[in-house]
């Protein structure tokens, strides 16, 4: 039985590697970044993997067994016929969230998107020579000056250290791209939308996203993930952020797919000298949700940043693993992370903080805050802090509680039926991630979805 499992995990790596190497033999657009090597590397690192299980320390609260069970496809080319119509926009008003990435099963669609179309005219910059520094898009397009910079990040990929990861850089063959050069503010939020459209079989897509802020620049993105339909997926989603010296990134990540989807994610932030990061990561959809967030110091008196909201009810299963690695001193951190759990749902966070000797007058602040709602629910919560330096200030703390009795009669001794108070309880347990988000019209969709789901 145990040789059968085995032999399962790796005859479905296999599987998966094979259709990558299909896709990046048929994607010869993008051979100026050098990713026929990266694929090669990734894909002899994913052969020399194995899935991951419960034993592993990482893994030991997300069971993925179930996933084994499904023949996934990665899907050659985008042949989806999709309308954005068909998807709840984080805002109606377009003029809210004018600039948009549109990709369907990990492939650009430039008919869907209107970056190319509003960009020009909405910067409004002073001298009209500057407005094609600016850049959003896939990344076969992106203009020849700045490609060598853009290889240079897409290089780490080089030395995996994650099977998933490595999967992804493996079926390389487009990105979405997001490059502010030096000292320019785009004022305009960035909307990424990251579709999954129903193919003839499970349908397995690689999204990946590289976000390029230079010194001294600023800029607003929000990454969304959403499914067409109910049903069954895999999503292995890679998202590399550069804070430049002196520049701000406001990151929103929402994740809302389908309820019968798998959705891994990891986002890897490097942040320069003096620069300022923040990341709102909302998770609510898919049946089973992992997002590896990491964040590493590249230089001196960094700002960051982490807000989380997990909500999970039925039988979902949304895990949370953290980084932020100090290795400079005068760093900042605060992190908040939340999770609202009812019915026999599921939600792990596991944060850590690690300070580097070198990180000499680091200042972290970590808290851990749930709210079960129900007597199945669980939550898995493990705050750390691996300090080596010796001049610091961290902290850190988890809470976990449940709807007061009190509480619920004062509401409804106000009028309000138990339905409805409930519901008030849990929008104002959230309502401390959601009102720090940038754009007000994302912070009311998501109140909404939670009390559909409530």
């Given at each position: 039985m145990m040789n059968t499992q085995v032999a399962s995990r790796e005859m479905f790596l296999t599987d998966l590697v094979n259709q990558c190497g299909k896709l990046g033999a048929a994607n010869n657009e993008s051979s100026a970044y050098g990713l026929q090597d990266l694929r090669d590397a990734a894909t002899e690192y994913v052969l020399s993997s194995t899935f991951p299980t419960v034993k592993d320390e990482e893994w030991r609260f997300t069971d993925?067994?179930?996933?084994?069970?499904?023949?996934?496809h990665i899907p050659q080319s985008n042949q989806s016929k999709v309308k954005l119509a068909d998807i709840i926009m984080p805002v109606k008003n377009r003029d809210d969230l004018p600039l948009r990435l549109v990709f369907v099963n990990g492939f650009y669609a430039p008919d869907l998107s209107t970056v190319e179309s509003l960009v020009l005219p909405n910067l409004l910059l002073a001298e009209p020579s500057k407005r094609i520094d600016f850049y959003a898009g896939n990344l076969s397009n992106v203009p020849e000056k700045y490609q060598g910079r853009i290889s240079d990040v897409l290089s780490k990929h080089r030395q995996q250290t994650e099977v998933f990861t490595a999967l992804n850089t493996a079926g390389l063959a487009d990105s979405a791209v997001v490059f502010v050069p030096a000292n320019m503010s785009i004022d305009l939020p960035i909307h990424l939308l990251f579709l999954t459209a129903p193919g003839a079989s499970p349908?397995?897509?690689?999204?990946?996203?590289?976000?390029?802020?230079?010194?001294?620049?600023?800029?607003?993105?929000?990454?969304?993930?959403?499914?067409?339909?109910?049903?069954?997926?895999?999503?292995?989603?890679?998202?590399?952020?550069?804070?430049?010296?002196?520049?701000?990134?406001?990151?929103?990540?929402?994740?809302?797919?389908?309820?019968?989807?798998?959705?891994?994610?990891?986002?890897?932030?490097?942040?320069?000298?003096?620069?300022?990061?923040?990341?709102?990561?909302?998770?609510?959809?898919?049946?089973?949700?992992?997002?590896?967030?990491?964040?590493?110091?590249?230089?001196?008196?960094?700002?960051?940043?982490?807000?989380?909201?997990?909500?999970?009810?039925?039988?979902?299963?949304?895990?949370?693993?953290?980084?932020?690695?100090?290795?400079?001193?005068?760093?900042?951190?605060?992190?908040?992370?939340?999770?609202?759990?009812?019915?026999?749902?599921?939600?792990?966070?596991?944060?850590?903080?690690?300070?580097?000797?070198?990180?000499?007058?680091?200042?972290?602040?970590?808290?851990?805050?749930?709210?079960?709602?129900?007597?199945?629910?669980?939550?898995?919560?493990?705050?750390?802090?691996?300090?080596?330096?010796?001049n610091v200030k961290c902290s850190h703390g988890a809470t976990v509680s449940q709807l007061e009795d009190d509480e619920l009669f004062y509401l409804q001794s106000r009028g309000l039926d138990l339905e409805r108070s409930r519901y008030l309880l849990i929008d104002a347990f959230a309502a401390e991630i959601l009102n720090q988000l940038p754009i007000a019209g994302v912070a009311k969709m998501l109140s909404t979805c939670m009390a559909i789901q409530a």
């Amino acid at each position: 039985m145990m040789n059968t499992q085995v032999a399962s995990r790796e005859m479905f790596l296999t599987d998966l590697v094979n259709q990558c190497g299909k896709l990046g033999a048929a994607n010869n657009e993008s051979s100026a970044y050098g990713l026929q090597d990266l694929r090669d590397a990734a894909t002899e690192y994913v052969l020399s993997s194995t899935f991951p299980t419960v034993k592993d320390e990482e893994w030991r609260f997300t069971d993925l067994s179930a996933v084994l069970q499904i023949p996934f496809h990665i899907p050659q080319s985008n042949q989806s016929k999709v309308k954005l119509a068909d998807i709840i926009m984080p805002v109606k008003n377009r003029d809210d969230l004018p600039l948009r990435l549109v990709f369907v099963n990990g492939f650009y669609a430039p008919d869907l998107s209107t970056v190319e179309s509003l960009v020009l005219p909405n910067l409004l910059l002073a001298e009209p020579s500057k407005r094609i520094d600016f850049y959003a898009g896939n990344l076969s397009n992106v203009p020849e000056k700045y490609q060598g910079r853009i290889s240079d990040v897409l290089s780490k990929h080089r030395q995996q250290t994650e099977v998933f990861t490595a999967l992804n850089t493996a079926g390389l063959a487009d990105s979405a791209v997001v490059f502010v050069p030096a000292n320019m503010s785009i004022d305009l939020p960035i909307h990424l939308l990251f579709l999954t459209a129903p193919g003839a079989s499970p349908t397995m897509c690689q999204p990946h996203c590289l976000i390029i802020a230079e010194p001294g620049s600023s800029m607003t993105l929000v990454e969304d993930y959403a499914t067409i339909g109910n049903v069954a997926a895999f999503t292995n989603a890679v998202t590399d952020v550069v804070v430049g010296e002196n520049a701000t990134v406001n990151h929103v990540r929402l994740q809302r797919e389908g309820g019968e989807v798998v959705h891994i994610g990891k986002s890897a932030i490097e942040q320069s000298r003096n620069s300022r990061y923040t990341c709102h990561a909302i998770s609510l959809g898919g049946k089973i949700s992992r997002h590896n967030l990491e964040v590493f110091q590249r230089g001196e008196a960094t700002e960051t940043t982490l807000n989380g909201l997990s909500v999970a009810f039925g039988e979902q299963l949304a895990d949370t693993h953290s980084l932020i690695d100090f290795n400079y001193p005068h760093g900042t951190s605060r992190q908040l992370h939340k999770c609202i759990i009812g019915n026999k749902a599921r939600a792990v966070f596991n944060g850590k903080v690690f300070v580097r000797k070198a990180a000499q007058l680091t200042d972290a602040g970590q808290l851990s805050r749930n709210l079960l709602l129900s007597p199945r629910a669980r939550v898995d919560t493990k705050p750390q802090l691996e300090i080596v330096a010796d001049n610091v200030k961290c902290s850190h703390g988890a809470t976990v509680s449940q709807l007061e009795d009190d509480e619920l009669f004062y509401l409804q001794s106000r009028g309000l039926d138990l339905e409805r108070s409930r519901y008030l309880l849990i929008d104002a347990f959230a309502a401390e991630i959601l009102n720090q988000l940038p754009i007000a019209g994302v912070a009311k969709m998501l109140s909404t979805c939670m009390a559909i789901q409530a």
